[in-house]
């Protein structure tokens, strides 16, 4: 098993900044990737960033190129989501969910999730 807690989360006026950080606990030894997600009222999940443990590849979603930017510290099994510019548009809560490779086959573990709320 594998435990995710957000933290960072909070009330921030829009152009404001925001750093949400995932600590990982547990059997975390086959993760190969960890990825942050949003869901605002009344909308599905979506992906926002995602960084490979082995390499730190990233990538994001278009919506928050340029604004946002993910990091790991694979000695604290850490992830953090760095936002900039925030928008109120970017309000919603914010989901870590680390992938782990075992056996060949894939598993998904998520937090709790941690409110962002940009408003004026």
């Known amino acids: 098993q594998v435990q995710l807690v957000e933290s960072g989360g909070g009330l921030v006026q829009p152009g404001g900044s925001l750093r949400l950080s995932c600590v990982a606990s547990?059997?975390?030894?086959?993760?190969?990737?960890m990825s942050w997600y949003r869901q605002a009222p009344g909308k599905e999940r979506e992906l926002v960033a995602v960084?490979?443990?082995?390499?730190?590849?990233?990538n994001y979603a278009d919506s928050v190129k340029g604004r946002f930017t993910i990091s790991r510290d694979n000695a604290k099994n850490t992830v953090y989501l760095q936002m900039n510019s925030l928008k109120p548009e970017d309000t919603a809560v914010y989901y870590c969910?680390?992938?782990?490779?075992?056996?060949?086959?894939?598993?998904?573990?998520w937090g709790q999730g941690t409110q962002v709320t940009v408003s004026s």
């Open positions: 969910r680390a992938e782990l490779l075992r056996r060949g086959t894939m598993y998904y573990y």
């Open positions: 547990g059997d975390t030894f086959s993760t190969v990737a």
């Open positions: 960084i490979t443990t082995s390499g730190g590849n990233t």
